[in-house]
Each structure stands twice: as structure tokens, then as C-alpha cells.
């Protein structure tokens, strides 16, 4: 059982995300006080950023990235809905912490960390995000993913057949952006993806295509805090929807 708290404020596999109908879990919203701050989480990969708390720099953490061969632009934060920001929140929930809760609803990402606390994500959710619900667990990561459309966006435009065999490259105008975790449920690649987006103002949105896609920052930022095998739940309903 998970519940939203009021406010007091890597291999290249096949890309497409098409998927089945699914079951995840549900939200937190922003805290104001220093619970956090300014410390190192207990779970997830170390040496991993601090945690975001009440004096954090929004304006470095949204700046242009230079990642490898490629810089990903700045974000304009400030356009944005704030509890689209990546921040602490409290978050109460029976799953472990280091799980992610995958809320397609409200367009939240947690990462749960304990204590009735997650680090929260705005997301983009495309309608593949909304044909699958569940449990599973990132069996691969990759940074600069290739992307491959799959064969119903194929035959809808068949312009992308040319990058059905090899994918298109890597670079800021892929649709996976700067990294991809891949959910697997035992031996089956569920085709459901956390990833970026070259298109950050489909973030708060529910948008046409794609999974779960997040800020290039972002994604960037859950990347180095998750190892393999972190367990992911997508929510099937609205935690917030009455009963």
C-alpha cells in the first residue's frame, strides 16, 4: 500500500514501448524543512549526489550537461510547475527503500528512500506509459541509448524503417535521451523504459509516444543513485482518484 501525504510542504535491446496493461504505486508532495538535507542517502549506489534539500541549486542542476561526446541543454526550469523539480518529499509506502514507484498519473517518479521520505521526479508519460502496470526489475542500463521505433510507430510513419535494423545513434535528437533503464519481469524485456527526452517541455504532460521519459538531467541523476536490479512498481490507477 502506498499513499500520497498532503503538503506541508546497459546491450541494445529492442526500444519500442509497447506493452501490456499494468499495476504501479503512488505519490508524495513537497517538503519545506531541512529533513535530508544536505546528507548522503543510505540506499543506492555510492558515491551518488547529495540529496536535494531546502537551499538546493536549481540552477546548476538544470544547466547545460556536458555527458561525454554530447552537451544536453539547459532546462527552463522556472517555466515549470514546481513539484515537477526534483526534491525530497514525504512519501509513505510498505515498499523497501530504493524502489521506484512509477505514478503515470500525476507524472511523479519516487525513488523511496525511507523513513516516509522518497526523492521525487517530474516525468513524461506517453500512452505506452499508461498499457502497462506492474512489478519488475532494471535488468539493463544504458547511457546514449539507441533507439529503435517499434513496428507500429514503423507502419504509421514509414519514414523510421531505416532505423529498425541498426536504431537511431545516440546524440541530443534521440527520443531515449542521454539514458535508458530497461524493466525486465524474470526473463521477459517488458519494453517499458525510464529514459530521457529531447523534448523538455513534455515533462508534467501526457504526451504521444514513449514511456516513462524524464529531464536529461534527471534521468541522469537516477541513473548514478539505482543499481541493476532496483525494483520498479507502476501504479494502475490514480492514487488519488476516490475509491
Keep these: 500500500m502506498t499513499r500520497e501525504l498532503p503538503l506541508h510542504e546497459n546491450s541494445v535491446l529492442r526500444e519500442n514501448c509497447l506493452v501490456s496493461r499494468r499495476t504501479f504505486l503512488t505519490g508524495g508532495l513537497l517538503l519545506t524543512g531541512a529533513a535530508l538535507a544536505g546528507c548522503q542517502t543510505a540506499v543506492g549506489l555510492p558515491d551518488q549526489a547529495e540529496l536535494p534539500d531546502e537551499n538546493f541549486d536549481y540552477a546548476t542542476a538544470y544547466a547545460a550537461l556536458p555527458d561525454g561526446d554530447y552537451t544536453w541543454p539547459a532546462i527552463n526550469y522556472k517555466n515549470f510547475d514546481e513539484s515537477y523539480l526534483r ?20 507524472n511523479y517518479l519516487f525513488w523511496t528512500l525511507g523513513n516516509k521520505k522518497a526523492l521525487r521526479y517530474g516525468i513524461g508519460v506517453g500512452r505506452a506509459g499508461f498499457d502497462w502496470s ?24 514509414p519514414s523510421l524503417e531505416r532505423y529498425w535494423e541498426k536504431g537511431y545513434p545516440p546524440g541530443l535528437k534521440n527520443p531515449l535521451g542521454a539514458r535508458a533503464m530497461d524493466l525486465w519481469q524474470g526473463p521477459v524485456d517488458t519494453l517499458f523504459r525510464i ?49
Excluded at 525530497?88 to 521506484?100: F, M, N
Design 195 to 243: 529514459h530521457g527526452t529531447n523534448k523538455p517541455s513534455s515533462i508534467g504532460k501526457s504526451v504521444s509516444s514513449g514511456c516513462i521519459r524524464m529531464w536529461q538531467q534527471d534521468v541522469i541523476d537516477l541513473f548514478n543513485r539505482v543499481p541493476l536490479r532496483t525494483k520498479v512498481v507502476v501504479l494502475s490507477k490514480d492514487p488519488n482518484a476516490e475509491a
Design 134 to 157: 506492474g512489478e519488475a526489475l532494471i535488468r539493463v542500463k544504458r547511457e546514449h541509448p539507441i533507439w529503435r521505433p517499434p513496428r507500429e510507430m514503423i507502419a504509421r510513419k
Design 87 to 106: 526534491q525530497i518529499v514525504e512519501y509513505r509506502t510498505r515498499e523497501r527503500p530504493g524502489t521506484i514507484i512509477v505514478d503515470p498519473y500525476n
